[in-house]
């Protein structure tokens, strides 16, 4: 029969090196996030009541 593998344990400071990684990468995310849909909100197309528009307020 073929041993069992155990699963290794994950030290303390493993853990902490992980969330700290985690940490700094957070705030990125969200600003890349935020950043994108500023950009969609202003660029993309909607449709509404069956009209199409090109997301921009309408002239006079």
């Known amino acids: 029969m073929s041993e ?11 853990l902490d090196e992980t969330n700290a990684g985690i940490g700094l990468l957070l705030p990125a995310v ?4 935020d950043a994108a849909n ?3 909100a202003t660029t993309n197309p909607t449709i509404t009541d069956g009209t199409i528009t ?3 307020k309408p002239q006079g």
């Open 4 to 14: 069992e593998k155990k699963p290794e344990l994950i030290e303390d400071a493993d």
């Open 38 to 40: 500023r950009s969609s």
């Open 54 to 56: 090109d997301g921009t």
């Open 30 to 33: 969200q600003k890349v996030r």
